[in-house]
């Protein structure tokens, strides 16, 4: 690991150089999926690099089951192969304040496309941040690509144009972190849901 300057993000693994288009995956990561991975190479049509990014507080969810040096090791084993990906946790867990590390670190500011399925998009669109269009005023510094959960996702027109979608396998998109955990749980097959370079860490953490 180490610390770029000052700023908040602290990398695991970075790409060289300072990409123009940058996409960004914060998840929680319990355990890291084929979908999470999909989603990531899926982005890799549009953004020069894709950050996977791991943060150390949620604003919407405890930290449970998996450690944070258990989910940034799988994240690290499972990213391996792609010299396109970065990894990284941040302070702030939710997206401005993801974006706002990103642009402390990457200079000169890159585009910003945060990478999302339609359940996290409605989610995150519709959060109290406590001001009315707070979120107009956000998106204004990153843009959303939003892959198919469960239907394709309809924004608002006062965003439509900062919103698009992610062409991913619609059979990936509804695979879980949940449901692989209560698989586990229940011992029936869980393998395929996961990257296959992951299965014996996903096996030794939570079997």
Known sequence: M???????????????????????????????????????????????????????????????????????????????????????????????????????????????????????????VNWDYGTPDAFRHMIARFELLVAPRGGCYEPPPGIRHRVTSLDVAEDVTVISASDVRERIRKGVPWEHLVPAAIVPLVRDIYG
């Open 2 to 124: 180490y610390y770029n300057g000052n700023v908040s993000l602290a990398f695991f693994r970075r790409v060289p150089g300072c990409p123009q288009s940058l996409g960004v995956l914060p998840a929680a990561f319990n355990p890291l999926t084929r979908a999470h991975l999909a989603l990531a190479e899926a982005a890799l049509a549009t953004a020069e690099e894709v950050l996977l990014v791991l943060p150390r507080e949620f604003p919407h969810k405890p930290y449970e089951g998996a450690t944070f040096d258990q989910r940034i090791h799988m994240l690290l084993a499972a990213t391996q192969a792609e010299p396109r990906f970065s990894v990284a946790a941040s302070a702030g867990g939710l997206f401005a304040e993801i974006a706002e590390e990103c642009f402390e670190a990457y200079y000169p500011e890159p585009r910003l496309l945060f990478l999302c399925g339609r359940d996290a998009a409605e989610r995150i």
